[in-house]
């Protein structure tokens, strides 16, 4: 800011915080602004899971997306060209060198270096602090090809961009305490593998809480949630046994089925009929060449898709598994806490007993401020696991602070610790998510996923609008996530939105006014209508933010989110406010 | 290329053909050429027509077989490109209908997802201790206090009040977990000063952070390693690195375990192969520092120069060695005074000398900046804590800040002398007890004992677990290990020492419990393990090596041969009842 402003090199350390203690707790987690702002996330039992609609852009976007891939690679080429001739300092890491291989060559690292390095500062941006409802980014300037500079000031933006559902990344309150005691008493680390000596009453209790949480027998929890994916498979299947995976699922699913060496088969995202005719013909046809029938087939899938918003269809999934007699294994990693009125996740929101599925994975890392992944079962196949778990035998256990935040923030959920907190949590992120993504919807945003989901992807498209949404939004104070190939499919280049309980409404109608504005002047407002959101039916969204801002409190409570508002509801909202 | 060759072999069956043609086909030649003559001049009309007719015109030449031949050639190469590649795969398939499908699913009977535990393999369950409390060198178990040398926190830094105030101090200002990915707002301060901390301890260029410490291993190697790519393998690596390998897919030669000779003589073999190869392809030695199934330690000295001189990277997992081998902990280059930047890629875990938790890899720039966007475990899994990054720079502070006269670490020296004696008294007492010996190495905190062989081969115990598919054959075996009742019986009767010493002195040890089922390399003979660790007494240790032979004694006096041993299967079926008791 000043000409004397110093730059380093090295990222400054957190800058001390002397603002009073409230002020800092306000900063983590807002305090509920209204008693409207509250909504229980559950869906009608006995009525289809409504298929996920799509919204397509008009045909020039899709058009103007793939020239503008051609052009970054074509300048790409150019570039590496002409570098190779005139500056080949840069490209002595992708050339052999005194008889070895390069650690990467050009061809692998293109898409890296010249199309993602372009847009680097939109990634990894550090920051310092709980990523509560307000994430403090240290402020950056690019230097040469990958390196910053750091001033020393932090930028505090509204934070859609942290997993945290239910508000629980937080420096003080009784989570933090109680991690706090555990340090105190139990150190820092678990010290030792489970099954040699790394098992103590806290991991017992804790695994006790999770399995009477989501209502099953028993449960096993690991250090990490990747990790828990990763040797999971390892310890069910084989290559006799048939594993049939959504084609969306998280890359530690398909690492930990790569890695038990089973046959996997794959099926189109969240299409139940695909599913079915693929177990069917399998079943019918057997394993490859001996054509013996398959040991057993196991169906795994996500709870809610981490980048799509989606939910799974979990009551035809327990049919199909039922009926040809599969096991059904759910990662539950965005889904629990975020979903159902007692937060228990999929399970809960479909009033589906848990017994009926069979392997309910989850993570710690979204909804409870902690870390880490558990595995709930029925008690036979949860011993089995203690025994023969790979994470159980060789990997380091669950440390003692991570546990206390765990069994904690369950408590609170639950409501035998702070009674009231954890409902007010849970009706806080149903409430948000259906405003934001409504608000969104309105505007005229092309959005994926389901009504009641906390992940709200919104489409971009074109590559050179994600650094701008990003870059845009972050200068006006709100830190949001744009994910694009390879996690998304190239074209469908989008930035991502993790709703909190940690924000207000009014944090919300901020988010909503920004991207109005940033939407008008990139051009992102080209929905068609089809996904909801319209005024009258059939015509496309493109509500002022005023009209928006208005009516939406109401709208987002309604049942299904209205893919036509009648007029009475909006003059309603407007008498609310 | 192959064009040409078919053009010849057709111009000279056509002279033959011609010659025996009926006068009619003259006629019909006639009309047939009309037509087409039509056909291809609809075909100039078209734009770019032009240029297929100069090309037909041209390959004619008055030979109307050599024509259609190419004409064949383009619909086969157009039906080739067409047809996926699923359809290939139709053939073996069978038909069914619908009410057949229907049938077979009523028919099909699958396996339970798990096979429940037998009462064979039950009393693994049961044999894995309960610590209530605090865990470190000494905890309570059975409302007992114990003293705890199964721990691998071995510099006791789990009870060092400044890491816990780190802890705490972090924990107040950032919480616990970091909630999200180090790529989308998951990296804190603490993280890149940690990175830079490891770094600089390690005398190498850069780190990067993982979450956990055995999923390190599998994502390094398989951010490295694609198909085509080669590595030289020491055959008694541990778990990690053999999942790590399978999941790589690339080829794996292996060395007989520890032996530079034989890994000298693969080199050799392999070497006029890779001269000729072109484009050079990425070649690694892929070995541990202190191997975890053996407790001994690599002979770098002679693998570096062998690295350098056949030009391959050295892959070295130091897990097990950092913070405890060499003066200041940096592991087995310290050891043998070897410099770090001789290793390509070092991989180490924060959950156990640091007491902290995740793993690590140290390298130069380009090969972690690569990991930043390649490393399936780094890209799609959320961040280390922000507490455990600031336990483990406190951990090194606490190691490398407290050195004696010699520059060596305070910290690390205790260790060392600790581990020294324990392996000098068990090798003392193993020499007088025909059932023990030691086998790790006299700078292994974790002091491995196994059962003598000859007393092994009077058990007719076989001299090695598992499958050997994978050593054999570079490819994993397709199915899992079966259970198997000697490994079991062999497990059983380490406990039964274990549980000697537990109830006799109260003190814990433990043994290799290595799952069988997942191992794809040979398996050793399980062992029983000291680990050694800083906050455990002289005086303790002492009681510990006392105990230890006469629990092998107790343990073992009725045991004379494989009846004798499978006699101990009662006791192994009711060990639920047996604990109990303890």
Not at chain 2, 499 to 508: G, K, M, T
């Amino acid at each position: 800011m000043s000409r004397t402003t110093t730059y380093t090199t090295e990222i400054p350390n957190a800058p001390e915080d002397h603002r009073p203690a409230e002020i800092l707790s306000e900063l983590e987690y807002g305090k509920l602004t209204s008693k409207n702002y509250l909504y229980e996330s559950r869906h009608p039992v006995g009525e289809a899971l409504p298929t996920p609609i799509d919204d397509e852009p008009p045909y020039i976007i899709y058009i103007a997306t793939y020239i503008s891939y051609l052009i970054l690679i074509i300048i790409g080429h150019i570039r590496d060209f002409f570098g190779k001739i005139f500056k080949p300092r840069d490209y002595q890491d992708l050339v052999e060198k005194d008889g070895y291989a390069p650690w990467e060559d050009g061809f692998e690292s293109f898409y890296v270096r010249r199309l993602k390095l372009r847009i680097d500062d939109c990634f990894a941006r550090p920051i310092h602090g709980a990523p509560g409802r307000y994430i403090k980014c240290f402020n950056r300037v690019r230097e040469g090809k990958v390196g910053y500079l750091y001033d020393g000031t932090s930028n505090e933006c509204l934070n859609l961009s942290s997993y945290n559902y239910l508000g629980f990344a937080q420096s003080q309150g009784v989570c933090t305490d109680f991690a706090l005691k555990c340090v105190d008493e139990r150190g820092t680390s678990c010290c030792s593998p489970r099954s040699i000596a790394g098992t103590t009453d806290l991991h017992q209790e804790c695994e006790r809480v999770i399995a009477e949480f989501v209502g099953k027998e028993d449960a096993i929890i690991v250090s990490q949630g990747y990790g828990t994916n990763a040797n999971l498979f390892s310890s069910l299947a084989d290559a006799k046994t048939l594993v049939i995976s959504d084609e969306l699922n998280h890359a530690s699913i398909r690492f930990g089925i790569r890695l038990s060496g089973a046959s996997v088969k794959v099926f189109k995202h969240n299409d139940m009929k695909d599913l079915e005719k693929l177990i069917r013909n399998q079943i019918a046809q057997g394993q490859p060449k001996t054509h013996r029938p398959w040991k057993k087939i196991i169906i795994a899938v996500e709870g809610l898709y981490s980048m799509e918003g989606n939910l799974c269809n979990l009551p035809k999934l327990v049919e199909i598994k039922d009926k040809y007699k599969c096991y059904l294994f759910v990662d539950e990693a965005h889904s629990i806490g975020a979903l159902g009125p007692h937060g228990k996740g999929i399970c809960d929101y479909f009033s589906l007993d848990p017994a009926r599925v069979d392997l309910l994975m989850g993570t710690f890392t979204k909804s409870f401020g902690a870390t880490g992944g558990y595995i709930a079962g029925d008690k036979a196949l949860i011993e089995k696991l203690r025994v023969n778990y790979i994470t159980q035998a060789y990997s380091e256990g669950v440390p003692p602070p991570v546990l206390g935040q765990i069994v904690s923030s369950l408590k609170v959920i639950n409501g035998s610790l702070n009674p009231g907190e954890g409902e007010e949590r849970l009706k806080r992120i149903a409430f948000n998510s259906r405003y934001l993504r409504l608000g969104l919807k309105k505007l005229g945003f092309i959005v994926y996923g389901a009504d009641d989901s906390p992940v709200i992807p919104v489409l971009l498209f074109l590559p050179a609008k994600m650094p701008s949404i990003s870059r845009m939004l972050y200068s006006s104070k709100i830190a949001v996530v744009i994910v694009s190939y390879p996690a998304t499919p190239l074209i469908s280049g989008r930035a991502r939105l993790c709703v909190s309980a940690a924000l207000t409404k009014e944090d919300l109608d901020y988010v909503l006014k920004q991207f109005s504005v940033v939407g008008d002047m990139i051009y992102l407002k080209f929905s068609s209508g089809i996904a909801g959101g319209s005024k009258i039916a059939g015509v496309p969204p493109r509500w002022s933010i005023e009209d928006v801002l208005a009516s939406n409190v109401l709208d987002c409570k309604q049942p299904k989110l209205g893919y036509t508002f009648s007029s009475d509801s909006q003059d309603s909202g407007e008498k609310l406010d | 290329m192959s064009s040409v060759v078919f053009t010849t072999t057709t111009t000279t069956t056509t002279t033959t053909t011609t010659t025996t043609l009926p006068p009619t086909w003259d006629l019909v030649g006639a009309t047939l050429s009309d037509n087409f003559a039509h056909y291809l001049d609809l075909l100039g009309r078209v734009p770019g027509g032009q240029i297929v007719l100069r090309y037909i015109r041209s390959s004619y030449k008055n030979d109307p077989i050599r024509s259609l031949f190419e004409l064949a050639l383009f619909i086969f190469a157009l039906n080739y490109f067409l047809s996926s590649k699923k359809k290939e795969n139709k053939s073996d398939l069978i038909k069914f209908s619908d009410r057949e499908i229907d049938d077979l699913v009523d028919e099909w009977v699958p396996e339970p997802l798990v096979e429940d535990l037998t009462p064979l393999e039950r009393w693994q369950l049961n044999s894995i201790p309960t610590i209530k409390g605090k865990n470190g060198s000494h905890v309570i178990i059975n409302d007992k206090p114990v003293v705890n040398l199964a721990s691998s926190d071995f510099l006791n830094l789990n009870e060092n009040q400044n890491v816990k105030e780190a802890a705490k101090s972090s924990i107040s200002s950032a919480g616990v977990g970091a909630c999200g990915p180090p790529n989308f707002y998951g990296t804190q301060d603490v993280h890149v000063r940690l990175e830079e901390d490891i770094a600089k301890y390690l005398d190498g260029e850069q780190s990067i952070l993982y979450g956990q410490d055995f999923v390190t291993a599998g994502s390094v190697i398989a951010a490295f390693l694609k198909r085509g790519d080669l590595c030289v393998v020491d055959s008694g690596v541990n778990l990690a690195i053999q999942k790590a390998l399978i999941v790589s897919r690339c080829d794996i030669e292996w060395y007989n375990h520890n032996d530079v000779d034989h890994l000298e003589k693969i080199l050799v073999e392999l070497k006029p192969g890779l001269d000729k190869q072109k484009p050079i392809r990425r070649r690694f030695i892929v070995t541990e520092a202190l191997f975890a199934s053996t407790g001994d330690i690599c002979t770098l000295p002679k693998i570096v120069e062998l690295k350098n001189k056949y030009k391959y990277r050295l892959f070295l997992d130091e897990s097990l060695s950092i913070g405890v081998l060499g003066g200041t902990g940096k592991g087995v280059v310290e050891h043998y005074g070897i410099p770090r930047s001789e290793i390509a890629i070092t991989i180490g875990s924060m959950a156990l000398s640091f007491a902290s938790s995740g793993g690590f890899c140290v390298g130069v720039e380009p090969m972690v900046h690569h990991q930043r966007i390649q490393s399936n475990a780094y890209v799609f899994s959320a961040s280390l804590p922000p507490y455990s990054a600031k336990v483990a720079s406190q951990s090194i502070r606490e190691i490398t800040s407290n050195l004696n006269s010699l520059g060596r670490s305070q910290l690390v020296q205790t260790l060392h002398d600790k581990t020294l004696f324990v392996y000098e008294a068990l090798t003392a007492a193993s020499k007088k007890s025909p059932y023990f010996e030691v086998i790790s190495s006299p700078h292994s905190p974790i002091v491995h004992l196994s059962l003598k062989a000859e007393y092994r081969s009077q058990l007719n115990l076989p001299a090695l677990y598992g499958n050997t598919t994978f050593l054999a054959k570079g490819k994993p075996a397709k199915l899992l290990n079966e259970f198997d009742d000697f490994y079991n019986i062999e497990s059983f009767v380490l406990q039964k020492v274990i549980d000697f010493v537990l109830l006799q002195s109260n003190i814990l040890v433990s043994r290799s419990k290595n799952i069988i089922e997942h191992e794809n390399l040979p398996l050793l003979n399980p062992h029983l393990l000291v680990y050694v660790n800083n906050g455990v007494s002289k005086d303790e240790l002492t009681r510990a090596t006392q105990i230890l032979p006469v629990a092998f004694a107790e343990v073992l006096k009725n045991v004379k041969n494989e009846d004798t041993l499978f006699d101990l299967t009662d006791d192994l079926v009711m060990y639920d009842e047996h604990y109990k008791q303890l």
